[in-house]
Nanobody, 121 residues
Framework: QVQLVESGGGLVQAGGSLRLSCAAS????????IGWFRQAPGKEREFLAT????????YYADSVKGRFTISRDNAKNTVYLQMNSLIPEDTAVYSC??????????????WGQGTQVTVSS
């Protein structure tokens, strides 16, 4: 079992930055891949980035490549999503999720509740 809690969302102006955190509880954290997703109103959930259990492998969606960076600190049971050069289209609820085996699909086993990110123009 892995429980996930996101934090760090908020309101930011276009061009600004935010760092989201995904704090996990449960002894399985160090063996699961963690992914970040977002969902804007009226839109489908979108994959953003994922990291392998060690952090040695990462994958990004083309829409955020070069602007977002995923990282993890297994000593702190936390995964981060650094978001730079934010644009209004990045406004959404951001969620982290965990699963065995890294994947860019949506079939993650455990999900957090999400944190709202709003980018003003």
């Amino acid at each position: 079992q892995v429980q996930l809690v996101e934090s760090g969302g908020g309101l930011v102006q276009a061009g600004g930055s935010l760092r989201l955190s995904c704090a996990a509880s449960g002894r399985a954290f160090s063996i699961v891949a963690i992914g970040w997703f977002r969902q804007a109103p009226g839109k489908e959930r979108e994959f953003l980035a994922t990291t392998s259990p060690s952090g040695g492998r990462t994958y990004y969606a083309d829409s955020v490549k070069g602007r977002f960076t995923i990282s993890r600190d297994n000593a702190k049971n936390t995964v981060y999503l650094q978001m730079n050069s934010l644009i209004p289209e990045d406004t959404a609820v951001y969620s982290c999720a965990a699963r065995l085996g890294i994947s860019q699909s949506y079939d993650y086993t455990y999900w957090g509740q999400g944190t709202q990110v709003t980018v003003s123009s």
